[in-house]
């Protein structure tokens, strides 16, 4: 989710645009590395809305995320389970979401695409995966395994009380989605010319 510090004088994602408008390449936002998923997450935010912010990025996430509520950087694309307690605790101010729909942990807050950016899109997403060649009997014994776990409501309930949303899918349907989701990331970092650190 796209958050600022309160000092930052945006409410809305329009807001944050139109500042970033009047003041190009002045906002800043803080990553826990190049390439990162929060990295990631800004480049078509910057392409989308036609501004440019400016990445300053941290040897992990706790670094990032201290900046960010120090003042030292204006925003962030963190993590909802990071997000969360500085939100409810008035350390930082929601703008919107990054993914497609809203989040039922915080239902007031819109997404990107509902806030002037639409067909944005930036997920998070954890799989179980493992190394080629694994026997389809294994694969699907691993997978039935997991989506059992994560069908039980004690673990949907905790996850999403972390703003983790269960969207639990078999082998097949995560391979869709590898396959996905390697093009659609590798066009951003080649149009943002990202480099790992």
Request: no cysteine; glycine share 8%.
């Amino acid at each position: 989710m796209l958050v600022v510090n309160p000092r930052v004088p945006a409410r809305t994602v329009a807001d944050l645009i139109a500042l970033a408008r009047k003041r190009p390449g002045v906002l800043n936002y803080s990553t826990s590395g190049a390439g990162t998923s929060v990295h990631l997450s800004a480049e078509p935010f910057n392409t989308m809305a036609d501004v440019k912010t400016v990445h300053v990025p941290f040897k992990g996430a706790a670094e990032a995320l201290s900046a960010l509520l120090s003042g030292e950087t204006d925003m962030q694309f963190a993590s909802v389970s990071s997000a969360i307690p500085m939100i409810k605790a008035g350390r930082l101010r929601p703008l919107g979401v990054t993914a497609p729909a809203r989040i039922p942990t915080l239902p007031d807050v819109p997404t990107l695409a509902e806030s002037g950016l639409p067909g944005y899109s930036a997920v998070a997403w954890y799989g179980v995966v493992g190394p080629a060649g694994i026997p389809a009997p294994v694969v699907a014994a691993l997978s039935r395994a997991v989506l059992d776990v994560l069908a039980q409501p004690e673990v949907i309930r905790r996850l999403a009380a972390s703003g983790v949303d269960v969207n639990a899918a078999g082998s097949e349907e995560f391979r869709k989605l590898i396959e996905a989701e390697i093009p659609k990331w590798a066009a951003v970092v080649k149009a943002a010319g990202v480099r790992a650190d």
